[in-house]
């Protein structure tokens, strides 16, 4: 079956910098790739996702690329805030498959 | 819109003790999930409904877990008996189609001491 691998499972950045948050994927036949944020207390909130026919998508100051061949996708947040501190998820599933399979998690910190 | 609606927020049971989890999804989303995050790991996938029909159970740990959705409006999970490895926090989630738009309820922390 499907396997989503996080890293890092920690990061801590300045706020105005940038954060990138890594995972791979092991099915080739997972055609669907969503990141969640997740705030203390509150369940996860769809952030960004990407499709496979897409190679990046940017939504303000995330974004998300993907590359099939090597089977990963990334989460960039550009211009870091305090308040995108917080627990992010990436996922993967395939087309019509309800699960989503998902990664371990990531805890970014921003400090100001 | 109100969003998914899950209680208790959370419950702290004792080993053998049966509980009950409630999940309101979204007016008119057909598709409700949940799923599960066990302390420090990943968050799993339990099963699958399409309006009153278990369209997946594939990732329901053993048969003391029981998931119902009458009328293929609220659902409940039940766990009974429960264990210590039961502890953790149970999501649920709807969409109005399947595997796309998923919005999550705030989840229920289960303790089993």
């Known amino acids: 079956g499907e396997n989503v691998e996080q890293h890092p499972s920690t990061l801590s950045v300045q706020e105005g910098d940038s954060a990138v948050i890594k995972c791979t994927y092991s099915d080739s036949a997972s055609n669907y790739f969503p990141w969640y944020k997740q705030e203390l207390g509150k369940g996860p909130q769809l952030i960004i996702d990407?499709?496979?026919?897409?190679g990046e998508k940017k939504d303000q100051r995330i974004a998300v690329t993907l590359n099939k061949t090597a089977k990963h996708f990334s989460l960039h947040i550009t211009e870091t805030q305090p308040e995108d501190s917080a627990v992010y998820f990436c996922?993967?599933?395939?087309?019509?498959?309800?699960?989503?399979?998902f990664g371990k998690g990531t805890t970014l910190s921003v400090s100001s | 819109e109100a969003g998914v609606t899950q209680f208790p927020s959370h419950s702290v049971i004792e080993k053998g003790q049966t509980v009950t989890l409630r999940c309101d999804p979204i007016s008119g989303h057909d598709n409700l999930y949940w799923y599960r995050r066990v302390m420090g790991k990943e968050i799993k996938f339990l099963l699958h409904f399409v309006k009153e029909s278990k369209q997946d159970e594939s990732g329901m740990p053993n048969n003391r877990f029981l998931a119902e959705r009458t009328g293929g409006t609220y659902s409940t999970l039940k766990v009974q008996p429960a264990e210590l490895e039961d502890s953790g926090v149970y999501f649920c989630?709807?969409?109005?189609?399947?595997?796309?738009?998923?919005?999550f309820g705030s989840g229920t922390r289960l303790t089993v001491v």
């Open positions: 989630a709807s969409s109005p189609t399947v595997n796309y738009g998923y919005t």
């Open positions: 996922a993967a599933s395939m087309a019509m498959v309800a699960a989503l399979i």
């Open positions: 990407i499709r496979s026919n897409v």
